[in-house]
T-cell receptor, first 113, second 110 residues
């Protein structure tokens, strides 16, 4: 089934540890995104990539990094996790033009203790 | 500043009791207004895109409408399975991503 796959589904992580959240899509979409969703704050953009080889910062990029080596994969790395990064993380993708809908993965629930 | 605001934050309805959810936006040069449904523990699921004032789209008991400043999601004779959080979103002015409202959590009881 075509779509976006995120891994892991959930994770408990010790503060200070490094963690990479994986995201793979098989729709050949040019644009990919990472959002975090927190109660009362909604979905906030962390980083985006308009096409393979390019990335950009969103609303809340501090403490996170991304890479886009190919069209399908867009991993999100927390270099040194802190408790404030406890959240649900969603990866999304879309065809690329600004007026098309984005499709979301099922999310990764991350708890930093 | 690009902004999308939804109201109310939460809405409780009886089965069959119709109502509307509101989404207002301040994005200049709107290039689409998107509605999503999100169930607990799941990612947002795309419902509709509206591109111009006066446009309407329907899906089962849901109808989305758009004016120059806001969008409404009308729910006609809702059922318990319509219970979810409804999100609206618009592309930011730079066109780099969708910005989302905080959502309306709808609960429909039988």
């Amino acid at each position: 089934i075509a779509g976006i796959t995120q891994a892991p589904t959930s994770q408990i992580l010790a503060a200070g540890r490094r963690m990479t959240l994986r995201c793979t899509q098989d729709m050949r979409h040019n644009a990919m995104y990472w959002y975090r969703q927190d109660l009362g704050l909604g979905l906030r953009l962390i980083h985006y990539s308009n096409t393979a080889g390019t990335t950009g910062k969103g609303e809340v990029p501090d403490g996170y990094s991304v890479s886009r080596a190919n069209t399908d994969d867009f991993p999100l790395t927390l270099a040194s996790a802190v408790p404030s990064q406890t959240s649900v993380y969603f990866c999304a993708s879309k065809v690329g033009t600004s007026n098309t809908e984005a499709f979301f993965g099922q999310g990764t629930r991350l708890t930093v203790v | 500043e690009d902004q999308v605001t939804q109201s109310p934050e939460a809405l409780r309805l009886q089965e069959g009791e119709s109502s509307s959810l509101n989404c207002s936006y301040t994005v200049s040069g709107l290039r689409g207004l998107f509605w999503y449904r999100q169930d607990p523990g799941k990612g947002p699921e795309f419902l509709f895109t509206l591109y111009s004032a006066g446009e309407e789209k329907e899906k089962e008991r849901l109808k989305a409408t758009l004016t120059k400043k806001e969008s409404f999601l009308h729910i006609t004779a809702p059922k318990p399975e319509d219970s979810a959080t409804y999100l609206c979103a618009a592309p930011n002015q730079a066109g780099t991503a969708l910005i989302f409202g905080k959502g309306t959590t709808l609960s429909v009881s039988s």
